[in-house]
């Protein structure tokens, strides 16, 4: 946020009030997370000690599908990172295009994943031929939907500031809200822990399949 150059004390009155409403939003995110992580390392525990004790297919083809969405999701979070400086340097244009660049990865990923679990299938690869195949599909799943549920918010966000770019008085009010910068800081944290995730399973994934 651009500084008060009128010499008002006004954003140091706001402050303590601006923290003490954004304390829930941020204690209910990061319980929100820590169970869904907690969530996905049992998951992958028990797919781990599962795999481990199951005889693993020869012909199991790691889908590189899988890295290419990896690689979409890591790109992804630079690029919403990049979003976050400009939001805090109040430059609209900017924000607008590197959040356009971070939806459209999300696209590509979640259209990579979807071409992974269909090779995946294609291998002849069921669920009722292995149950850690199961867990594959749960956790995948279930990370999926994460990712989706961001995606749309994301899709939100970049109406939003598609929205402010030309109009300087809608951008001036947007940028002086501080719970707006709150919303965004927040679903950064969300999203870059839904790649910091996915970077972990991948790992599970690629030295188990």
């Known amino acids: 946020m651009k500084k008060d150059t009128t010499g008002s004390n006004t954003s140091r009155t706001l402050l303590p009030i601006y923290k003490e409403r954004s304390a829930p939003y941020k204690a209910f995110l990061f319980y929100a997370l820590l169970g869904s992580g907690m969530l996905f390392l049992a998951l992958s525990i028990m797919y781990i000690i599962w795999n481990s004790q199951q005889v693993a297919p020869t012909n199991v083809q790691f889908p590189k599908s899988f890295v290419i969405s990896t690689l979409a999701l890591l790109f992804s979070s630079y690029t919403l990172s990049i979003s976050r400086n400009y939001h805090l340097q109040d430059q609209a244009q900017n924000m607008l295009l590197s959040m356009t660049a971070s939806l459209l990865l999300a696209f590509v990923f979640i259209a990579f994943q979807v071409h992974a679990i269909i090779s995946i299938l294609e291998q002849g690869l069921y669920v009722n031929i292995d149950v850690s195949l199961l867990f594959l599909y749960i956790i995948t799943g279930f990370h999926f939907l994460h990712i989706v549920v961001?995606?749309?918010?994301?899709?939100?966000?970049?109406?939003?500031?598609?929205?402010?770019?030309?109009?300087?008085?809608?951008?001036?009010?947007?940028?002086s809200n501080k719970f707006e910068g709150l919303r965004f800081e927040l679903f950064c944290s969300y999203w870059y822990f839904c790649t910091g995730l996915w970077l972990f399973l991948f790992l599970v994934f690629f030295y188990s399949l």
């Not at 994301?154 to 109406?159: A, I, R, T, V």
Request: proline share 4%; net charge positive.
């Open 150 to 175: 961001g995606t749309i918010y994301l899709f939100y966000l970049n109406l939003k500031s598609f929205d402010i770019w030309k109009d300087p008085v809608k951008s001036l009010i947007y940028f």
